[in-house]
């Protein structure tokens, strides 16, 4: 069935870096995504893995996609402030192709 | 482009009352999405257009939930009558859809809606 699970809160010391993990159940999953929402505003995309990959690196924000166990990670190196929000683990399914299963996200919160 | 363009920002009504929800996707963009946000039941899905067909409405909660896409670059959502368990922000998303859809959607600032 079509279920993504990630754990509700993250708290992190400025500076650190952030994990924050997401689990999946369909391994029909063609691409993967994570979000990035801001208090007040809508979901903005941070970065997307195809499901043949295993890693994917863009400035600050690593990817690892571990396909066998079904396990999504986004690393956030040198967190900072402007990094609080609430993240999104989501996948789209091959047979569903414009559809986006979402995680109930995971708020990240940044201590001083 | 401005993005994904939803009016109004906020809306405060009283139950029974009916709501309209609008939508102006990316131009261009042949998919387009509605979401339901609450703390409880998370991000859903509610219903999904291409092309401006309703593709897939099994996530509208009860028959007083309706959409429509009358044209490329408008659409709507509407409640009637409305109760205060359809309180939630409501968003909008729009892609190019086909293989592209694959690199996700674009948002809009959402519709926060309180019935009282």
């Known amino acids: 069935g079509e279920d993504v699970e990630q754990s509700l809160f993250l708290s992190v010391r400025e500076g650190d870096s952030s994990v924050i993990n997401c689990t999946y159940t369909?391994?029909?999953?063609?691409?993967l995504y994570w979000y990035k929402q801001e208090p007040g505003a809508g979901l903005q995309l941070l970065t997307y893995?195809?499901?043949?990959?295993d890693m994917k690196q863009d400035q600050r924000l690593t990817v690892l996609l571990n396909k066998k166990d079904k396990h999504l990670s986004l690393r956030i190196a040198d967190t900072q402030t402007g990094d609080s929000a609430i993240y999104f683990c989501?996948?789209?399914?091959?047979?569903?192709?414009?559809?986006?299963?979402f995680g109930s996200g995971t708020r990240l919160s940044i201590r001083p | 482009d401005a993005g994904v363009i939803q009016s109004p920002r906020h809306e405060v009504t009283e139950m029974g009352q009916e709501v309209t929800l609008r939508c102006k996707p990316i131009?261009?963009?042949?998919?387009l999405f509605w979401y339901r946000q609450t703390m409880m039941r998370g991000l859903e899905l509610l219903i999904y257009?291409?092309?401006?067909?309703?593709?897939?409405d099994s996530g509208m909660p009860e028959d007083r939930f309706s959409a429509k896409m009358p044209n490329a670059s408008f659409s709507t959502l509407k409640i009637q009558p409305s109760e205060p368990r359809d309180s939630a922000v409501y968003f909008c998303?729009?892609?190019?859809?086909?293989?592209?859809?694959?690199?996700?959607?674009?948002f809009g600032s959402g519709t926060r809606l309180t019935v009282v």
């Open positions: 998303a729009s892609n190019t859809g086909g293989l592209a859809a694959n690199y996700g959607y674009t």
């Open positions: 131009s261009g963009h042949n998919s």
């Open positions: 369909d391994s029909s999953s063609t691409y």
């Open positions: 893995i195809f499901s043949n990959m």
């Open positions: 989501a996948e789209t399914l091959y047979s569903s192709a414009s559809k986006i299963i």
């Open positions: 257009f291409n092309n401006n067909v309703p593709i897939d």
